[in-house]
């Protein structure tokens, strides 16, 4: 639970604050940039809500933080919504794509996705990409929306409670045997660099560098699933692959980056860093951009 006697300085006055418990992970304005803010070192709050909707925001990225160090008055955060998450970030033909929230300090607060749609019998179908923390609450949220078949680990350093979601629903869990180390229950393995198709809308694209088993996942040919290998950068702007984070093989990730030029991407969902849409072509322009950065 936040304290307001270790609020940071950083933060505007107001009812909403980060503390000293803040771990940088980004949770927050990754979710809610309206309204929270990096320092540097942590997150801070830089503009306080200032309506319904704008507060509601705000304690949905309070309850995603995974160390609880956003805090408000109690009167606010008996206002937070029980159905906030997940929360949806688009829907296509294929299904609807959400944000779990829930951030677990297990992955330092890296973000985990659903992917809810249907087969053709009518049966939910569901895929969660990464794990959040393990909640009842949102476990319930996921149970009413047809729970989850399938659970996909991009790669270790973001299974946090993969175990009790997969107990919960009986999903089968996917990851690649570089990795596997960190979830050795996992009934599935991927292998080698070739990408999988896992069914007509699901493609898995093995991404080794920034740890040597990274995967992504493509969903609908245009949502693409990046774990740590790849995220949308502020300041400047633009996709940015982090040499500093990168904890295997450097020269790996720049050849798994130029692996994806002939994709068509129009949603950018990673494990930590901004998510970001494009329009027609712009991922190819911004992926060139990028990698003329890196190999400077």
Same mark, same amino acid.
Request: glycine share 8%; proline share 6%; net charge negative.
């Given at each position: ?21 803040? &771990?940088d992970c980004g949770t927050c304005w990754q979710f809610d940039p309206a309204h929270f803010a990096p320092t540097g070192s942590t997150s801070h709050v830089w503009a306080q809500p200032e309506d319904d909707a704008a507060t509601r925001q705000a304690l949905l990225a309070l309850q995603a933080c995974p160390v609880a160090a956003i805090g408000a008055p109690k009167q606010l955060l008996a206002q937070t919504p029980a159905d906030g998450f997940p929360a949806l970030v688009t829907a296509l033909p294929q299904g ?20 809810? +749609?249907?087969?053709? #019998?009518?049966?939910?179908?569901? %895929? /969660? ?22 659970? /996909? ?21 996917? &990851?690649?045997?570089? #990795? ?9 393995? &991927? ?31 245009? %949502? ?15 996709? %940015? ?17 130029? +692996?994806?030029?002939?994709?068509? %991407? ?31």
């Amino acid at each position: 639970m936040a304290r307001p006697d270790q609020r940071l300085a950083a933060n505007v006055p107001g009812a909403f604050y980060v503390d000293g418990s803040c &771990i940088d992970c980004g949770t927050c304005w990754q979710f809610d940039p309206a309204h929270f803010a990096p320092t540097g070192s942590t997150s801070h709050v830089w503009a306080q809500p200032e309506d319904d909707a704008a507060t509601r925001q705000a304690l949905l990225a309070l309850q995603a933080c995974p160390v609880a160090a956003i805090g408000a008055p109690k009167q606010l955060l008996a206002q937070t919504p029980a159905d906030g998450f997940p929360a949806l970030v688009t829907a296509l033909p294929q299904g609807e794509v959400h944000y779990c929230g829930w951030a677990s300090r297990k992955s330092f607060g890296a973000s985990s996705w659903l992917i809810t +749609r249907r087969r053709a #019998d009518g049966r939910p179908d569901n %895929v /969660l990409i990464d794990s959040p923390r393990w909640s009842a609450a949102l476990a319930r949220r996921i149970e009413a929306q047809g729970g989850v078949s399938r659970i /996909l680990l991009s790669h270790r350093d973001d299974v946090a409670d993969h175990s009790a979601w997969a107990d919960r629903f009986g999903a089968g869990r996917w &990851i690649h045997t570089a #990795d596997a180390d960190a979830a050795p229950e996992a009934e599935h393995r &991927i292998e080698g660099t070739e990408r999988q198709q896992l069914d007509d809308d699901l493609l898995v694209v093995p991404v080794p560098g920034h740890t040597a088993g990274s995967v992504a996942l493509l969903f609908a040919g245009t %949502v693409l699933f990046s774990g740590d290998h790849l995220w949308w950068g502020v300041d400047p702007a633009g996709l %940015v692959a982090s040499r500093r984070h990168c904890w295997w093989n450097w020269q790996e990730q720049l050849r798994s980056v130029e +692996r994806l030029r002939d994709l068509d %991407v129009r949603w950018l969902l990673p494990g930590h860093g901004r998510w970001h849409s494009f329009v027609k072509g712009e991922w190819e322009l911004e992926l060139e951009k990028l990698l003329r950065h890196l190999h400077r």
